[in-house]
């Protein structure tokens, strides 16, 4: 697969088998990521990736946290905001995942469902967390995107799906206890990884793009 087929075949995977990836195959997916540009090559960005019976572990955590009405503390707050344009195309979004599965993205229920589904890492056999330490600015930040989609890229050209996943550090300060991560770090995503189930109906979806002329101004 070449690189531009690699981007745009890319989607979240929210329906995983069982079965786990081998060691050697996510070692050479994060070796390959590592090669994203950062600013001065700080390289500001680090990985746990957890699997078997620790991932299990965090999962029920997290979903007792959140059935417990445990107040979430992410490091990086969940905006409730958004400007106009960005606003119209997650309201997109949202009717498209409507008409197309009946899943209504704004309803309260479905709402707890898809975060418990979050929790348990879509079944996924692994979790990954990126972070980087706190004091780090808004640059390195914008780093640790470059490397997150590197890293779904890297995955995607092995055949290994993924999902980028903010929801999966709503309770930042827990995971970071129970990861041993120091307070001085930043948990930034969670991630889900493994092999995509082709029968899951969580993977039918396809998400839409608004046409270029929306975002791009040519300036001659
Ligand atoms: C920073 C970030 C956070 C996200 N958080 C979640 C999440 O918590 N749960 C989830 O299921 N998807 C999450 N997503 C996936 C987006 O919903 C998805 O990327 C978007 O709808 C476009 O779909 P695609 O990835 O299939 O192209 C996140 C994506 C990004 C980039």
Request: hydrophobic share 40%.
């Amino acid at each position: 697969m070449d690189a531009i087929e690699c981007i745009r075949t890319r989607r979240s995977i929210r329906g995983f088998k069982p079965q786990p990836v081998p060691k050697e195959i996510l070692h050479e997916i994060l070796e390959t990521a590592v090669w994203s540009p950062s600013y001065k090559n700080s390289q500001p960005w680090e990985v746990i990736i957890l699997s078997g019976r620790k991932k299990e572990e965090l999962s029920d955590m997290l979903v007792g946290l959140f059935e417990k009405g445990t107040p979430t503390c992410p490091d990086i707050p969940e905006p409730t905001v958004w400007p106009e344009a960005e606003n119209a195309r997650i309201a997109d979004l949202y009717r498209r995942r409507a008409e197309a599965s009946g899943i209504r993205l704004d309803d309260p229920e479905l709402l707890k469902k898809a975060k418990i589904a979050n929790f348990r890492f879509y079944r996924a056999p692994h979790a990954v967390y990126l972070f980087q330490d706190a004091s780090l600015t808004p640059w390195s930040l914008f780093d640790l995107g470059l490397f997150a989609q590197s890293l779904m890229l890297s995955a995607h050209a092995r055949g290994i799906g993924t999902v980028p996943q903010a929801f999966a550090t709503d309770y930042a300060q827990d995971v970071k206890r129970f990861l041993y991560i120091p307070e001085t770090k930043r948990l930034i995503l969670g991630m889900s990884i493994g092999y995509a189930d082709p029968g899951s109906p969580a993977n039918a979806f396809r998400t839409h793009r608004v046409d270029i002329s929306e975002i791009v101004k040519w300036v001659e």
